[in-house]
């Protein structure tokens, strides 16, 4: 167990944890945002991120310090605390970003990790190899096995009471990304970057890096702070905390408002683009995007990075609450529906709702019923395999509220779409409260039908009659042949 990360609320994958910070004398509420300092340009100074965007915890790189002989010399003397003016958490990357990049640097993982230390970092990492989206196998393989190396030395640093990362590598192969999340979380070291992942957000590849994350997940133990790296976007904030990331670290709020990039929940926009600001956050309500456009470079450049910061600490706040609610998976169809990626990325984390069933709670607040997506969510899974646990009696009619004429039962069970059979008693325990649509898709009858199936194939010595509200022949056609089927109602395509 690792003890310096305690989950407090559950959603899906989501969670709400508590990250203590030993060396900084902090802990840090997950899911969190870790804006990029970038030690030559400061967009934003780090004193405001904390007084006034919320941030409890930062990263900069370490090797940009270190290979700069005055950031170097202040770094060593005064601390990368009071060198930033920063009193939350703060995390070091190694240099493996300039390594993907360049191809070569001049550091050892003891050489950069022992810097780290001697700067003050609360959290520190290796020198990895971010093996790239699609390369061969064997390249994946290799340097996933150079990485490894370089936990085995991190954990020959005595780093004192500064947490280190174990990134977590293995390009788009699920299975490398699971067998590294198992030989990182068996070592000694404390949080769990997935490494790598940043060519498929900006390529939109959301779907794959959904299956990077998910591979790496099942390696990892449920209390590793898992750290999806380079992920700056709000748009995927709540798909990635969904699929079970804890911290996020952002150059995105700095580098899009250089460029005149307006971000918002459901995309980037450009000033120019721009008639009306969609936002309320102290910039937006003070400026029209004609006076920001009118701006200077710099104080454009800032003001449009204060923005890009308001709505993605906004969107954490946002998730936070919607995990404490029970609507993460709301949440997440909503931004879903912001870009076709997106939405192949929701699809991809239903893919794995196996996984997700593990960690969802079993009672939250209300299940909306909002696209044929919902039919696949965990929580119609779930029900799915536990009413098959239930007894029926011998002779059962499965109903959407009528009564077929001249027979009689020995139980009448509610069916409803897309959970499918249940007994009466359970009619106000969710799921089974769930708000559906009264205009029902196909896909809720084909689930409600497997429901069907699993009651039938667990009763084997009971007899069934389904009667239903004129179900589609693609659903009728999963109940099995010796359930009796009544319509009540008209037949729907």
Known sequence: MRDHFELRDGDAAGRIGELSVPRAGVTVETPALMPVINPNIRTVAPSRLQSEFGAEILITNSYIINSNDDLRERALDVGLHEMLEFDGAIVTDSGSFQLAEYGDIDVTTREILQFQHDIGSDIGTPVDIPTPPDVPREQAERELATTEEALADAEGVDTGEMLVNAPVQGSTYPDLREA??????????DVFPVGAVVPLMNS???AEMIDVVAGAKRGLGRDAPVHLFGAGHPMMFALAVAAGCDLFDSAAYAIYARDDRYMTVRGT???EDLDYFPCSCAV??????????????????RL???HNLHVSFAEIRRIKQAIRAGNLLELVESRARSHPAMLDGYRALLDHAEQ???EDPVSK?????LSKESARRPEVRRHHERVGRIDAGARVLLTEGGTPTGDEYDEAWRIVPPFGPFPRALSETY??????????????????AVGVARVAEANPDSSFVLAHDGWPASALELVPEGVETESLGRQRE
């Open 204 to 206: 939109y590849r959301y």
């Open 269 to 271: 926009e450009h000033l």
């Open 356 to 358: 997700l069933e593990r």
């Open 284 to 301: 937006c309500s003070a400026h029209s995007p004609e006076e920001l456009r009118e701006c200077d470079d710099e104080e454009r450049e």
């Open 180 to 189: 590294a999340g198992r030989h990182a979380y068996e070592t000694d070291l």
């Open 304 to 306: 449009l990075a204060e």
């Open 431 to 448: 799921p089974l409260t769930a708000e559906v649509p009264e205009r029902i898709d196909r896909e809720a009858y084909e689930a409600a």
């Open 365 to 369: 607040g209300s299940f909306f019923y």
